[in-house]
């Protein structure tokens, strides 16, 4: 069955670093576009960013736009969100989702910014 394992969040001041991966099976990850998603405290899930299944077509959202960079390992199907000049906002539970199946979330990794 399909399985989605975030992992790499945590504590960060603002202004810092993280990088976040997303471990997939249960599908042929190479065939599938992939994104990240957040979820803060009391608001909706967000679409964070996405890229094709070859990886050649991104999309972010404005804000992170020039501050993440989503990518992904099609051999070791995983996927990855580099985020840097992190802000407070950017304080949520970051989860992957593939196109494989649209219903599936995973349980997500907590990232907290700090100011």
């Known amino acids: 069955q399909v399985q989605l394992v975030e992992s790499g969040g945590g504590l960060v001041q603002a202004g810092g670093s993280l990088r976040l991966s997303c471990a997939a099976s249960?599908?042929?990850?190479?065939?599938?576009?992939m994104s990240w998603f957040r979820q803060a405290p009391g608001k909706e899930r967000e679409l964070v960013a996405r890229m094709s299944s070859s990886g050649l077509s991104t999309t972010y959202a404005d804000s992170v736009k020039g501050r993440f960079t989503i990518s992904r390992d099609n051999v070791k199907n995983m996927l990855y969100l580099q985020m840097s000049s992190l802000k407070p906002e950017d304080t949520a539970v970051y989860l992957c989702r593939s196109a494989y199946d649209l219903n599936f979330w995973g349980k997500g990794t907590l990232v907290t910014v700090s100011s």
């Open positions: 249960g599908f042929t990850f190479s065939n599938y576009a």
